[in-house]
């Protein structure tokens, strides 16, 4: 599901001002299919898809894509940085404490920003980050659930 006019991956890149190349074309297929993926996810893999590529060219990718705005990065606490291309929507995720598992949640008035701070401290918000965290449906079903 894009949010975006544009889908085709090579039109976005270029639209961004980014060379097409094959592995920014993969990691942007693949955060397609697999989103909230994280770095070490992604490099395995491209790799399946792309032969050798270093975690670190990978990481470079992500870090382009991730500065033209096409792939927003977020970083739940404890969790390492996680990469997905809805970007632009100030959208929330919920996050399962015991398994990690992620969700979209959409924003809750659906403007930025969704949360009124009770204080803004002179400062002029624009956005809000909100982490929901409890037990997906799977841990869930299974609670009582020995760790
Ligand atoms: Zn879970
Ligand atoms: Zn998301």
Wanted: hydrophobic share 40%.
């Amino acid at each position: 599901m894009s949010t975006m006019g544009v889908t085709d991956p090579r039109e976005r890149l270029r639209a961004a001002g980014l060379r097409v190349t094959r592995p920014r074309l993969a990691v942007l297929d693949l955060l397609a299919a697999h989103p909230h993926a994280d770095t070490d996810a992604l490099a395995t893999q491209a790799r399946e898809v792309l032969g050798a590529v270093s975690t670190q060219a990978v990481y470079d990718v992500l870090r382009a894509l991730t500065d033209a705005g096409l792939v927003r990065r977020f970083e739940p606490a404890g969790s390492p940085a996680r990469y997905e291309l809805r970007v632009g929507d100030n959208h929330h995720h919920v996050v399962c404490r015991s398994c990690g598992a992620i969700a979209d949640v959409d924003c809750a008035v659906g403007q930025q920003p969704c949360l009124d701070a009770s204080q803004a401290h002179g400062f002029a918000i624009e956005e809000a980050e909100v982490t929901y965290w409890g037990l997906c449906p799977t841990c869930s079903a299974s609670t009582g659930n020995t760790l």
